[in-house]
């Protein structure tokens, strides 16, 4: 059976959060297993793949700076909580008989490699899963602007944020039941209405480069497979301004 694949080249972004389930602390080894699955079965499919994972389910250096601390400080304690989930996932994708790469913006070479960019992309070349763990290494930076960034310096065809739902829409579709999803969006929507997709930074980032991002649920199992065809739930947000008012 042909299995056609739209996107051959890609970076999926996944929150902290994503990886602690229903949990309020920490790892649902059965969703981290189930995401580990989805990216071989794309690697298995020929698409080169490469991750960035954040650090919300340990740590967040927003949160722990509303106590007080100092906000460097606690973006670094941040940025190490990613390294833990980026070793996490790397296990569990390697228990799927998938060599897989975690490379670290803040050196720490007893446990990873560091980032060095024509590393990363050899071992891409060589059909290894990359994971980039410690954001980009600095403070007062998230992980969706390290996903932007590992994106564009990775030459990926698009990057894909796995979140807890399927997509952009007018409003927090939690709390008001009325938010309408969109097909597409441009950046400057998205900018202008504060649409929380990803920070600002991330955004002008990603439109600057023209790197198209497409948000959907990782929650599903298989979804990553079916964004990468081309097909299931998501949102394209993309420089074209001619789909704002593209509303599902």
Same mark, same amino acid.
Not at 108 to 116: L, S, V
Not at 196 to 213: E, F, Q
């Given at each position: 059976?042909?299995?056609?694949?739209? &996107?051959?080249?890609?970076?999926?972004?996944?929150?902290?959060?994503?990886?602690?389930?229903?949990?309020?602390?920490?790892?649902?080894?059965? $969703?981290?297993?189930?995401?580990?699955?989805?990216?071989?079965?794309?690697?298995?499919?020929?698409?080169? @793949?490469? $991750?960035?994972?954040?650090?919300?389910?340990?740590?967040?250096?927003?949160?722990?700076?509303?106590?007080?601390?100092?906000?460097?400080?606690?973006?670094?304690?941040?940025?190490?909580?990613?390294?833990?989930?980026?070793?996490?996932?790397?296990?569990?994708?390697?228990?799927? #008989?998938?060599?897989?790469?975690?490379?670290?913006?803040?050196?720490?070479?007893?446990?990873?490699?560091? &980032?060095?960019?024509?590393?990363?992309?050899?071992?891409?070349?060589?059909?290894?899963?990359?994971?980039?763990?410690?954001?980009?290494?600095?403070?007062?930076?998230?992980? #969706?602007?390290?996903?932007?960034?590992?994106?564009?310096?990775?030459?990926?065809?698009?990057?894909?944020?796995?979140?807890? $739902?399927?997509?952009? &829409?007018?409003?927090?579709?939690?709390?008001?039941?009325?938010?309408?999803?969109?097909?597409?969006?441009?950046? *400057?929507?998205?900018?202008? *209405? *504060?649409?929380?997709?990803?920070?600002?930074?991330?955004?002008?980032?990603?439109?600057?480069?023209?790197?198209?991002?497409?948000?959907?649920?990782?929650?599903?199992?298989?979804?990553? @497979? #079916?964004?990468?065809?081309?097909?299931?739930?998501?949102?394209? $947000?993309?420089?074209?301004?001619?789909?704002?008012?593209?509303?599902?």
């Amino acid at each position: 059976m042909i299995i056609d694949i739209k &996107y051959k080249k890609v970076l999926l972004k996944l929150s902290g959060e994503v990886l602690m389930g229903e949990k309020s602390f920490g790892h649902d080894f059965d $969703v981290v297993n189930r995401i580990a699955k989805d990216i071989v079965t794309a690697h298995n499919l020929g698409v080169s @793949i490469c $991750v960035v994972v954040g650090g919300g389910n340990i740590y967040r250096g927003a949160n722990l700076s509303g106590t007080g601390m100092e906000q460097a400080s606690a973006d670094y304690i941040g940025m190490l909580a990613t390294i833990i989930n980026a070793l996490t996932l790397q296990n569990a994708i390697e228990n799927l #008989d998938v060599s897989c790469r975690v490379m670290s913006a803040i050196p720490m070479a007893t446990i990873c490699e560091p &980032y060095i960019r024509r590393k990363a992309m050899r071992h891409l070349e060589k059909r290894r899963v990359v994971i980039f763990a410690a954001g980009t290494g600095n403070p007062f930076f998230t992980t #969706d602007t390290a996903a932007t960034l590992r994106s564009i310096e990775m030459g990926c065809e698009v990057l894909l944020k796995g979140t807890q $739902v399927n997509g952009v &829409y007018s409003d927090d579709p939690k709390l008001n039941k009325d938010s309408k999803k969109y097909e597409k969006i441009s950046f *400057n929507k998205v900018i202008r *209405n *504060n649409l929380k997709v990803m920070d600002t930074s991330a955004i002008s980032l990603a439109r600057d480069n023209n790197l198209p991002i497409i948000v959907f649920s990782i929650k599903k199992d298989g979804s990553l @497979i #079916d964004v990468i065809q081309g097909r299931g739930e998501y949102t394209i $947000v993309n420089a074209d301004s001619s789909d704002d008012e593209n509303i599902l």
